[in-house]
Structures are given as C-alpha cells and as structure tokens.
C-alpha cells in the first residue's frame, strides 16, 4: 500500500520563524501537493510538483515555499510564520494524470503562536 | 481558476435514510471528478470518481451523478450506515488535465443519526 508520511503530526512554532514541513512517499509517483486544512474552507491546494526541481503555484501560495530535490520528498517551507498560517497541512502524492487518485498523508497540525 | 462549490455543509439524515451531496464547479474544461471521504482524525480517502464521459458511476451503496451542461455533480449514499459519518470532499481538476491538481469543495459534514 501507498504510504505518505509526514515528519511531524503536532508543530509548534514562534511568529517568524523559518518552518519546514517534510513529506516522503514510498510509490515513486511523479506529483506531489501540498493542501492546508482550515474548518469551513475544505482543501485549498498550496503548492504541487510534477517532477523533481519542478514546482507550480496552487490557489494559496503566499507565504508559503517548496523544495523537491529528490523524488520522493516534497518539503513546505514557511519563510516566516505567522499566526494565520496556524492550520493542519496535507501532504498528497499521485502517479501519472490528474485522473489518478491522491494518496494522502497524516497530516502536520502547525500552531503558530 | 476552478470554483468548486459544495451543499450542504452539514447534513443529518436517519440511519438507513439516502443522504444526498451537491458540487457545481465552474472551469467548463474539467473532465475528472472524485469524491473523498474524512473520518474524523483521519486522511482523506477516495471513494468514487466519475470523468466526463460518463453520467453516472455506482459503487455498492454509493453513486455519482454528473451534469457536465450544467455543471453539477453529487454523491448519492443509500441505506445510510453509523460508519458513513465523515466529513466528504467534492473536487474537480483544474484546466482539464495534467497534474494541475485538484480544487476541492469546503466539505459537507454527514452526521448519521441512530
């Protein structure tokens, strides 16, 4: 099966720290993404990937970076945190089309205080 | 961008009762719709997807309907069970294909009553 792991499942950081979320899938799928999770406004895609080095821009992109260096890893990073970026944060990755299925991690509930 | 919009946000039924979920989207080019499922403290988990060539796709006790003139799609869920209480995800691709990933409605909340 699938796995899609997430360094860390709680986080809690101080108002404009440098915040790295890391996510690792073990199916060798080409696309990764990352959602946050806020009650009332569903998943709202952040960043995705098709390919290592390659990153696109979702709906909410501000603050917010990414890296993939390897194909395997996707990682999220949050420049300098502020309390509106205190969310639970998905990873998700999928093979091939948009037309497969994602694979979703745990998920890292980030307060930032 | 893609809209995708979802009603109800909380919806309670009868166990046994059919409980019914609407989308409407708005980027005419979508052709792929999936539907996820989120028990609470859980991933999301895909349960049902229906392309545009088809109109209806039906698995077990769980449907969906697509409307792509009018673009709207819902999930039907029949004989209602205590497990289906979640909270579901509607979503559609963005610009039609690729890995452009996928724009996900706000959530409706199923609360199966006993």
């Known amino acids: 099966d699938v796995k899609v792991t997430q360094s860390s499942r709680y986080l809690v950081k101080r108002t404009g720290e440098k915040v790295f979320l890391e996510c690792v899938q073990d199916?060798?799928?080409?696309?990764m993404f990352w959602y946050r999770q806020d009650p009332g406004l569903g998943l709202r895609l952040i960043y995705f990937?098709?390919?290592?080095?390659?990153?696109e821009k979702g709906d909410i992109p501000e603050g917010y970076s990414v890296s993939r260096e390897k194909k395997e890893r996707f990682s999220l990073i949050l420049e300098s945190a502020s309390t509106n970026q205190t969310s639970m944060y998905l990873c998700?990755?999928?093979?091939?089309?948009?037309?497969?299925?994602?694979?979703f991690g745990s998920g890292t509930q980030l307060s930032v205080l | 961008g893609e809209n995708v919009e979802q009603h109800p946000s909380t919806l309670s039924v009868q166990e046994g009762d059919s409980a019914v979920i609407k989308c409407t989207y708005s980027?005419?080019?979508?052709?792929?719709f999936p539907w996820y499922k989120q028990e609470l403290g859980k991933r999301p988990q895909l349960i049902i997807d229906i392309r545009s060539n088809v109109g209806e796709k039906k698995d077990q006790r769980i449907a969906v309907t697509l409307n792509k003139t009018a673009k709207h799609f819902s999930l039907h869920i029949t004989e209602t069970q205590p497990e289906d209480s979640a909270v579901y995800f509607c979503a559609a691709n963005v610009g039609g294909g690729g890995a452009d990933g996928l724009t996900f409605g706000k959530g409706t909340h199923l609360i199966i009553q006993p």
């Open positions: 998700a990755s999928s093979s091939g089309t948009v037309y497969e299925k994602l694979f």
């Open positions: 199916m060798d799928h080409e696309n």
């Open positions: 990937s098709y390919d290592v080095k390659m990153k």
């Open positions: 980027d005419s080019a979508s052709n792929y």
